[in-house]
Nanobody
Framework: QVQLVESGGGLVQPGGSLRLSCAAS????????MSWYRQVPGKERERVAY????????DYGDSVKGRFTISRDNAKRTVDLQMNSLKPEDTGVYFC???WGGGYWGQGTQVTVSS
């Protein structure tokens, strides 16, 4: 059974930082690329970061480049998203995603950037 469990969301002031983590189980994690997406009410879910199976290839959405960093630990089966210089427009629900087996989503974690 595939499971993706996100953690680390919360309320942070503009300019602050948060680190999200996704714990994966039930599939061949080290053989699969992983992504982080975010959902804002009224907008389509957008991909904010991607990391290849070995971690050597990373890609970011234009709105987060230079501020967010994706990383993974294949031994621990985790993929993290370090978010710095957060802005109010980064507010949303953040989801972990794997394309393995047709695609699976985590339950999401809420990030709110507000003063």
């Amino acid at each position: 059974q595939v499971q993706l469990v996100e953690s680390g969301g919360g309320l942070v002031q503009p300019g602050g930082s948060l680190r999200l983590s996704c714990a994966a189980s039930g599939f061949s994690f080290s053989s699969t690329a992983m992504s982080w997406y975010r959902q804002v009410p009224g907008k389509e879910r957008e991909r904010v970061a991607y990391i290849s199976m070995g971690g050597s290839i990373k890609d970011y959405g234009d709105s987060v480049k230079g501020r967010f960093t994706i990383s993974r630990d294949n031994a621990k089966r985790t993929v993290d998203l370090q978010m710095n210089s957060l802005k109010p427009e980064d507010t949303g629900v953040y989801f972990c995603y794997t394309s393995w087996g047709g695609g699976y989503w985590g339950q999401g974690t809420q990030v709110t950037v507000s003063s």
